[in-house]
T-cell receptor
Framework: DADVTQTPRNRITKTGKRIMLECSQT?????MYWYRQDPGLGLRLIYY???????NKGEISDGYSVSRQAQAKFSLSLESAIPNQTALYFC??????????????FGPGTRLLVL | AQSVTQPDIHITVSEGASLELRCNYS??????LFWYVQSPGQGLQLLLK??????LVQGIKGFEAEFKRSQSSFNLRKPSVHWSDAAEYFC????????????FGSGTRLSIRP
């Protein structure tokens, strides 16, 4: 079983709709992240959470919100989707107590198309 | 501010040939450095990382990378590529003790010529 899972894997929605992307992890990590990937731009951080009560904006948080329902679950919402939010979205986790340097581990991604 | 540059957008090499993917970073202190690989339709998989110590780092799948402070580089190498290495490769730099401050390069797409 995968350590970091994302649902759905693919989603098509219309402009103005609210959608939620979900991320779950079985790694026992305390920290979780949401990124988006656009061609030629690498990955950009949307939000991150260092524990259930600690949520922080990343570099491109406008138009997004998040919820850390439990240590193992971190969901990303688009309140009113717009076409330029079409992208590949990745969830990642890390363990603040990891020896030899903290490393982020990624889920398989959710491909979102906003029409 | 941190930044990462991968100067090659797309590279094609023949199967069995050697490979070097370039990565240059900008960061004022000793960086944490990573290489990730993304196969088509997959998430990012960690190939290797550098935090301290030996500047030549061994990773999975036969990859290695060398941290050169004087050149602000962390190039990825493999002596003989396989068709299964075709993927996109991302270099990333992280800030000490702050995993949230990882900056990714724009990626290098590797194609393998039979």
């Amino acid at each position: 079983d995968a350590d970091v899972t994302q649902t759905p894997r693919n989603r098509i929605t219309k402009t103005g709709k609210r959608i939620m992307l979900e991320c779950s992890q079985t790694k026992g990590h305390d920290r979780m992240y949401w990124y988006r990937q656009d061609p030629g731009l690498g990955l950009r951080l949307i939000y991150y959470s260092f524990d259930v009560k600690d949520i922080n904006k990343g570099e491109i948080s406008d138009g997004y919100s998040v919820s850390r329902q439990a240590q193992a679950k971190f969901s990303l919402s688009l309140e009113s989707a717009i076409p330029n939010q079409t992208a590949l979205y990745f969830c990642a986790t890390s363990d603040s107590k990891e020896h030899q340097g903290e490393t982020q581990y990624f889920g398989p991604g959710t491909r979102l198309l906003v029409l | 501010a941190q930044s990462v540059t991968q100067p090659d957008i797309h590279i094609t090499v023949s199967e069995g040939a050697s490979l070097e993917l370039r990565c240059n970073y900008s960061y004022g202190a000793t960086p944490y450095l990573f290489w990730y690989v993304q196969s088509p339709g997959q998430g990012l998989q960690l190939l290797l990382k550098y935090f301290s110590g030996d500047t030549l780092v061994q990773g999975i799948k036969g990859f290695e990378a060398e941290f050169k402070r004087s050149q602000s580089s962390f190039n990825l190498r493999k002596p003989s590529v396989h068709w299964s290495d075709a993927a996109e490769y991302f270099c990333a730099v992280g800030k000490y003790s702050s995993a949230s401050k990882i900056i990714f390069g724009s990626g290098t797409r590797l194609s393998i010529r039979p």
